[in-house]
């Protein structure tokens, strides 16, 4: 029940190490998109210089979602590198089956206990309002960085749930903003 972090076991998985072979963060993209990529997920999509996937003042989704190919939604991030003002683009808790054995090497000695691995990615700099999973988590960022607010279960109170009819991809959220708390 309490949070803890791994150093230096990423280096052993496999999926790491077919990454870390590839120069680029595209050539890691394409090699990502090519283990399924006709494999359909869903995405956000926000308006643009917008990253924050949660809901506006008025509580409206300021967010669409989207559905394309694996390989496509990789071609979107790509492109957007070279974009000044690109789309925000979050794909968020996919089930991808075909990478379920790249994850054998995190059991070791079994299939993947946790069932299908859910996977993040998005074009970067992305923000999701504070929630609660109701599953447990491994986090392994492969590219980039990710920044992690853990609040105790004894802060509830003061980090304003809101309703319940007002979640994000089914999470109960906050209407706090660890970034730039209202105090």
């Known amino acids: 029940g309490e949070p803890f972090v791994l150093s230096g076991k990423a280096s ?3 999926l790491f190490q077919e990454l870390q072979g590839r120069a680029t963060p595209e050539d890691k993209l394409h090699w990502f998109s090519g283990i399924a990529p006709s494999r359909e997920v869903s995405f956000a999509e926000l308006p643009l ?17 989207r559905r394309l190919p694996l390989q496509r939604y990789i071609e979107l991030i790509i492109d957007s590198e070279a974009d000044p003002m690109p789309q925000t683009l979050y794909m968020q808790a996919q089930q991808i089956p075909e990478f379920g054995d790249l994850f054998s090497d995190f059991y070791p000695g079994s299939s993947w206990r946790g069932g299908v691995p859910l996977f ?5 700099g992305q923000s999701t309002a504070l929630h609660n999973d109701r599953f447990q988590n491994a986090i392994a960022v492969l590219m980039g960085r990710k920044r992690v607010f853990l609040f105790p279960p004894s802060e509830l109170r003061n980090l304003y ?9 089914g999470a109960v959220t906050s209407l706090v903003d660890p970034r730039t708390p209202e105090f």
């Open 161 to 169: 749930v809101a309703p319940l009819d007002r979640r994000v991809q």
């Open 49 to 65: 210089a917008q990253n924050q996937f949660t809901f506006s003042k008025n509580l409206t989704e300021d967010f669409t979602f």
């Open 120 to 124: 993040w990615l998005g074009n970067g």
């Open 12 to 14: 052993r998985w496999r």
